[in-house]
Nanobody, 115 residues
Framework: QVQLVESGGGVVQPGGSLRLSCAASGSIVSIYGMGWYRQAPGKQRELVARISSGGSTNYADSVKGRFTISGDNAKKMVFLQMNSLKPEDTAVYYC?????????WGQGTQVTVSS
């Protein structure tokens, strides 16, 4: 079994910051290959940031310079520090990882950026 549990979402004003956390358990043995994704109403789920199998990080163009993904492999946790938030960052944020070729997702955490 695979479990991913996100936390840290909330309501924040434009320009504010939030830090999301994702705790992995079960068959996930490392954080490499884990990523943060988001889905806004009426839109498809999109990649926000990811830690590759080699440990490098990649980001969507829309969040480069504002968001930072990091992780603690010993604790099997991944974080997303989000700064300079914009209303267009409003979405449900999910952490996800493919295990054995099958994608697993957490339940998601809502991030709302509004004045």
């Amino acid at each position: 079994q695979v479990q991913l549990v996100e936390s840290g979402g909330g309501v924040v004003q434009p320009g504010g910051s939030l830090r999301l956390s994702c705790a992995a358990s079960g068959s996930i043995v490392s954080i490499y290959g884990m990523g943060w994704y988001r889905q806004a109403p009426g839109k498809q789920r999109e990649l926000v940031a990811r830690i590759s199998s080699g440990g490098s990080t990649n980001y969507a163009d829309s969040v480069k310079g504002r968001f930072t993904i990091s992780g603690d492999n010993a604790k099997k946790m991944v974080f997303l520090q989000m700064n300079s938030l914009k209303p267009e960052d409003t979405a449900v944020y999910y952490c996800g990882k493919a295990v054995g070729g099958y994608p697993y997702w957490g339940q998601g955490t809502q991030v709302t950026v509004s004045s």
